[in-house]
T-cell receptor, first 109, second 112 residues
Framework: SQQGEEDPQALSIQEGENATMNCSYKTSINNLQWYRQNSGRGLVHLIL?????REKHSGRLRVTLDTSKKSSSLLITASRAADTASYFCATDKGNKLVFGAGTILRVKS | DTAVSQTPKYLVTQMGNDKSIKCEQNLGHDTMYWYKQDSKKFLKIMFSYNNKELIINKTVPNRFSPKSPDKAHLNLHINSLELGDSAVYFC???????????FGPGTRLTVT
């Protein structure tokens, strides 16, 4: 079964608005990562947050991690049309990374 | 200057054929991976390999086999292709296990 599951499955917002995506997982982790995938392209690493961290920032991205709830959120502030993509969380399980099904974000200009 | 490259980008073939997808990384990473992404965008790891160990996802049919001629390359060989093998295959690399991974552009395989 999947380790990480994103919510919502799809999100449509206007340019300039904030977008929040959530990820829930089932077992304890060492770290959690977020990736972006533009249509027809490979995944691009966005941010890695370790299990002993609660929040991390990178530019317009803010990631939080709540290990007690086994959940993480990715916030994209002041969204742009170029942020339109699928976003995946990935957690380590045993000896591999397990990716969720992703959230499809559409930013309308 | 592509960090992780794959060839070919598109591969159309018939059932029963044998095919290979090549992957190269110029990042000096120790670990390389192969993933399969299905039509619902679900990404599943198939193999991870460093110069010490090959780890195989148990759900992967033994028709799939990775071959690493050197640290910078991890090719994927597929024998007796089936319709269900149609998907996008991604190669990735990382400096070590569970670190951030760098993905190639993907190879879209279509089996007819």
């Amino acid at each position: 079964s999947q380790q990480g599951e994103e919510d919502p499955q799809a999100l449509s917002i206007q340019e300039g608005e904030n977008a929040t995506m959530n990820c829930s997982y089932k077992t304890s982790i060492n770290n959690l990562q977020w990736y972006r995938q533009n249509s027809g392209r490979g995944l691009v690493h966005l941010i890695l947050i370790r299990s002993n961290e609660r929040e991390k920032h990178s530019g317009r991205l803010r990631v939080t991690l709540d290990t007690s709830k086994k959940s993480s959120s990715l916030l994209i502030t002041a969204s742009r049309a170029a942020d339109t993509a699928s976003y995946f969380c990935a957690t380590d399980k045993g000896n591999k990374l397990v990716f969720g099904a992703g959230t499809i974000l559409r930013v309308k200009s | 200057d592509t960090a992780v490259s794959q060839t070919p980008k598109y591969l159309v073939t018939q059932m029963g054929n044998d095919k290979s997808i090549k992957c190269e990384q110029n990042l000096g990473h120790d670990t390389m991976y192969w993933y399969k992404q299905d039509s619902k965008k679900f990404l599943k790891i198939m193999f991870s390999y460093n110069n010490k160990e090959l780890i195989i996802n148990k759900t992967v049919p033994n028709r799939f086999s990775p071959k690493s001629p050197d640290k910078a390359h991890l090719n994927l060989h597929i024998n007796s292709l089936e319709l269900g093998d149609s998907a996008v295959y991604f190669c990735a690399s990382s400096p070590t296990d569970f670190y951030e991974q760098y993905f190639g552009p993907g190879t879209r395989l279509t089996v007819t």
